[in-house]
């Protein structure tokens, strides 16, 4: 399935700051104007960098109107068991997502009257 938008990716080499997310901004508004054909949803943002910090991310990126985020990359990766585990725990987290958005076990009762007496 195919996202119908565009995606511009920013590599960059430093730490992610809140230039970065007004640099962004304009790289889309530009593509949303040039490049975007009709019945397209709007392009989305995706800036990689060597480090982020959550804060400085959540307040340069909330509120925007174009959809932007932000994600630190690594330059090795990580060791198979380290990768596996990781896997595995996100697993985990995810089944036991679906067990709570399902809500609480419903309890059905029947109340059954005797009207032999009456």
């Not at 007004?22 to 975007?36: C, I, K, P, S, V």
């Not at 090795?76 to 958005?101: H, Y």
Request: aromatic share 6%; with cysteine.
């Amino acid at each position: 399935r195919s996202l119908r938008c565009l995606v511009v990716i920013d590599l960059k080499i430093g730490s992610f700051s809140h230039a970065d997310a007004g640099q962004m901004h304009f790289y889309l508004n530009y593509a949303r104007e040039h490049w975007t054909r009709e019945g397209e949803n709007p392009p989305v943002g995706l800036i990689l960098c060597s480090e982020k910090d959550e804060t400085v991310a959540r307040y340069a990126l909330d509120g925007l109107p174009n959809k932007v985020m932000a994600a630190e990359y690594q330059l090795t990766l990580p060791v198979a068991d380290t990768l596996a585990a990781e896997l595995e725990r996100t697993r985990e987290v995810i089944e036991l997502r679906a067990a709570f958005s399902s809500g609480p076990p419903t309890i059905r009762a029947t109340l059954s009257v005797d009207n032999a007496d009456q």
